[in-house]
């Protein structure tokens, strides 16, 4: 066997790849640290770094403290979709049902349209 091969079975990352949890696991650890200049949590000063920039019309800010206190708000469909059909399967009639049910545009049939 050369030097670097492996035997059968055996994997070329024997710690394997930390998982993504482990850094946010570090994250966690860091920002208990008690910060050494304030005195204070480093998680607390970052929370409050993060305030005052909301404070100061940081948008990112803003919807950053209102998505971790409020919650994310929820996503409304407005479609009750299973599969989409591609435009070809639809007749006139569905098409113009479609179009209206949107409210896209006025699909009233004109006068002249309709002796043809």
Known sequence: MKPGQWKPGQS???????SEKVFTDLLRVVGNEI????????????????YESALQG?????HMIADRVEGR??????????RCRDLT???DEELLALIAAQKLIDV???KDDASQ
Request: aromatic fraction near 4%.
């Open 73 to 82: 708000p929820a996503v409304e469909t407005s479609l009750n979709v299973t």
């Open 12 to 18: 070329g990352n024997p710690g394997e790849r930390p």
């Open 89 to 91: 399967e639809y007749d």
């Open 35 to 50: 910060d050494t200049v304030s005195g204070k949590r480093k998680m607390r000063r970052l929370a409050e770094k993060g």
């Open 108 to 110: 009233t049939p004109d």
């Open 58 to 62: 940081e948008s990112w800010a803003c």
